[in-house]
């Protein structure tokens, strides 16, 4: 059994030495490298071969790449990089990675074209300017075979222990047994569907109820074809926290009932929360944990590769003690593992790391996307930016003066936008060249300026320079799946400040990639409802499977009513307080116990909290507020108690609609006094408009559907198991128009009386 490894990834496990140092940064976005190497290919002559494959053997090991670029006239091999900033500043380790992989692909292509000799040139191509920098070598073939047999035996002896570990993975994973005596009803269903989507290599979207055990549901089915599919990872995506938990317990679970089973399984963590020394800046001279980063790493390496279950809490203590950074080693070991545990953006993100070795290595990988949901906002959120003018000026005032020009060009280039703007809001096709040319200039000026003094930037300037980054490669990419948009504010009668948003709308362009990549892609969540709308949105392919999972639930286990002689639209919301704290009241005195009433906005919610404490002081009432930190919203939750009484009031569409579980008589009901539509506003007016273009349903897209599916994952907080009793109030008398009630789950019963509130409901 071979092992296969790119050049790239050989080189950076044994050629990488010293400081972790991330100064010379950021590196060119990945379409102004694939663009810079074109340049650089289109400058040679007609002989010039670009993108030679090339692979070579030593002992168990197959190493292969693809080599930039072969002047066979020259006898002339090139390795490109492209880079922004000062040349010289290049930390040292840096260049020799890089020579290290020119000289593993020069013994290859000696190998392959028989050479004797070869001349090897580090081609530095600087993206903007696009001046190149050629440093060139040459060496005998037969000291680059010896030096391609060292980087080989160093890495070697990993391989062989990786061979090893896959081995006995894949054995353990066909052996492996579903951890609990039986499924929960609609879990085996959901397991069987997510198997056959991976054994037929396409993408399923689930819609399964809430408290079926969908973690485990899909999880388990997934590593039990992995030997079969010949799959090198499985990647959890979540969209929050609770998600990440619920993968690392069902982890668990599978280590508890099978104790030495042959899995690692990784966490990764945004790097601000898993940063040690925040105050301090990555590289050898300011943090300790930095320094001679690659020298430590072997041995943390080792370590961290002999522990299955790597949470955050096992990294960050490995990490210590080897005296390295937890996030980075999180990031060698994404390398190294076989369920990896993780947030959206490490897979779909624009520089998603998890999408990136994949494609690099060349690995085959299944993904799982959990509470499928969200991914239409995430992915328009990945795929947005926005500058604020505030920010500008803020900026403007602390800057250095040799950012002072590039800088005011930029204000008033943007000053200039403001002139022809007579509206607050105004959407456009485009966005204006002369803003972006001034926009790129102030980029280059401060990554310039970010070299030459490695102490860093003011953190306002740095932030502002992360924003415009971020804002330049946006606008690389616009097309008719954005907007651009303008937000004017009014200082005074002579000054105005904007924000500006290049706003995707619609993420199917850069997920369908992603999802598409991966062996299969497994979408679940209890609300895929209308799966058309996810299918558009999330650019799935043509042969997705859409399935609907059965619901363990009973009719009988919820009382379901429509409240429909309370309107809770803006114009009358004054008017419905008082009959929604009678409704609540009413509810709460025929069944006493703990219920969540959510509203469309916290000044709503506190309107109606207070009229009731008001008017029923002997109901307890707690409620979400504006920011809650972490520890706030744990004490929300455990208010909760399975022995207490009383109504919490949330937000629909915040932290406590979704993700929380609440069983037994911790809740036995809730009150969802909203549809959950968005604001009606200028941006999602201008949304609408885009939605109705492409796709005919403007209405529906903006407000219709994802307003509901907040409706049904706040009322699938009440039945978490089969044992579970409640009610939901849905109030407002949209909810009994024939198009929305068919948005609502199929196992609720809707027949109560519309209108009424049913004498001894619950």
Not at 147 to 170: I, K, P, T
Not at 512 to 525: E, K, M, N, Q
Not at 613 to 641: C, K, N, T, Y
Not at 731 to 755: H, N, T
């Amino acid at each position: 059994m071979n092992y296969r490894i790119a050049v790239r990834a050989l080189c950076e496990f044994t050629a990488k030495v010293g400081d972790l140092d991330l100064r010379f940064t950021p590196s060119p976005t990945a379409l102004e490298g694939i663009q810079g190497h074109r340049t650089v290919a289109a400058r040679r002559s007609a002989n010039y071969r670009s993108e030679v494959a090339l692979e070579g053997c030593f002992g168990a090991l197959t190493v292969k790449g693809r080599a930039d670029g072969y002047d066979p006239d020259a006898n002339l091999l090139e390795e490109v990089k492209t880079y922004r900033g000062d040349l010289e500043r290049m930390p040292a380790n840096h260049r020799q990675l890089h020579w290290a992989q020119a000289k593993i692909y020069g013994w290859l292509l000696c190998q392959q074209l028989q050479l004797s000799s070869i001349r090897l040139a580090l081609v530095y191509f600087d993206i903007l300017s696009e001046r190149e920098t050629s440093l060139v070598e040459e060496h005998e073939a037969q000291a680059l075979e010896q030096f391609f047999n060292r980087q080989c035996s160093q890495f070697l002896q990993w391989a062989e222990q990786e061979l090893a570990h896959r081995h006995a993975r894949d054995q353990a994973m066909a052996a492996l047994s579903f951890p609990h005596p039986d499924f929960r009803p609609g879990q085996r269903s959901l397991a069987g569907s997510v198997y056959k989507a991976v054994s037929t290599g396409r993408c399923l979207m689930a819609q399964a109820p809430t408290g079926i055990g969908k973690t485990l549901g899909t999880v388990f089915p997934m590593l039990k074809a992995m030997p079969g599919q010949q799959l090198d990872k499985l990647f959890f995506l979540t969209a929050k926290t609770p998600g990440r938990k619920l993968a690392l317990d069902a982890a668990g679970v599978l280590f508890e009932r099978s104790p030495g089973l042959a899995l690692r399984v990784l966490e990764l963590v945004a790097r601000d929360k898993a940063c040690e020394h925040p105050e301090l800046a990555c590289h050898g001279e300011s943090c300790p944990l930095a320094k001679g980063f690659y020298d430590r790493l072997p041995a943390a390496r080792q370590a961290a590769s002999q522990v299955s279950l790597l949470d955050q809490q096992a990294v960050r203590e490995i990490a210590l003690a080897h005296g390295l950074c937890p996030y980075y080693l999180s990031q060698e070991m994404a390398r190294w593992s076989d369920l990896l545990v993780a947030d959206y953006n490490y897979y779909f993100d624009f520089s998603a790391l998890l999408f990136g070795l994949a494609q690099a290595n060349q690995w085959k990988v299944a993904a799982l996307v959990d509470e499928a949901h969200n991914l239409v906002e995430r992915g328009r959120s990945m795929y947005s930016a926005s500058l604020d003018q505030y920010q500008l000026s803020a900026v403007r005032q602390v800057a250095p003066e040799p950012l002072k020009k590039p800088l005011q060009r930029l204000n008033r280039e943007w000053n200039a936008l403001h002139k022809e703007q007579l509206r607050p809001y105004q959407a456009y096709d485009q966005a204006p060249a002369p803003l972006l040319k001034a926009l790129s200039l102030c980029i280059s000026a401060i990554g310039d300026y970010l070299n030459d003094h490695p102490q860093g930037l003011d953190s306002r300037l740095q932030g502002f320079y992360f924003d415009a980054l971020q804002f330049a490669r946006v606008a690389e990419l616009f097309d008719g799946q954005f907007l651009f948009d303008i937000s004017k504010r009014e200082l005074n009668a002579r000054r105005s400040l904007s924000e500006l948003c290049l706003r995707n709308v619609v993420p199917a362009g850069f997920l369908a990639p992603r999802l598409s990549a991966a062996r299969s892609t497994v979408l679940f969540s209890a609300t895929l409802n209308p799966w058309h709308y996810y299918r558009d949105l999330l650019g799935l392919p043509e042969t997705t499977v859409w399935v609907d999972v059965e619901s363990p639930f009973s009719a009988a286990q919820l009382d379901v009513h429509i409240v429909s002689r309370i309107s809770t639209r803006f114009t009358h919301r004054q008017a419905s307080l008082a009959p929604i704290v009678e409704l609540i009241a009413t509810q709460f005195r025929q069944r006493p116990g703990n219920y969540l009433a959510f509203f469309s906005s916290f000044d709503y919610l506190q309107q109606v909290a207070s009229l009731l404490a008001e008017q029923h002081p002997d109901i307890p009432v707690w409620q979400q507020s504006r920011g809650m930190d972490e520890g706030q919203r744990q004490a929300f939750l455990e208010r909760f108690d399975a022995d207490g009484q009383g109504v919490g009031f949330a937000v629909l569409g915040g932290a406590f609609g979704e993700g929380i579980d609440l069983p037994g008589s911790r809740l036995i009901g809730a009150f969802i006094a909203t549809l959950g539509l968005a604001q009606l506003n200028p941006v999602n007016e201008q949304l609408k408009q885009r939605m109705a273009a492409i796709f005919g349903a403007g209405y529906d897209y903006t407000y219709l559907y994802p307003g509901l599916q907040k409706v049904v994952q706040a009322a699938g907080r009440v039945i978490r198991s089969q044992q579970d009793r409640g009610v939901v109030m849905l109030i407002d008398d949209r909810f009994a128009e024939p198009r929305v009630r068919q948005l609502l789950p199929g196992w609720w019963s809707l027949d109560a009386p519309v209108g009424e509130v049913l004498q001894g409901a619950g």
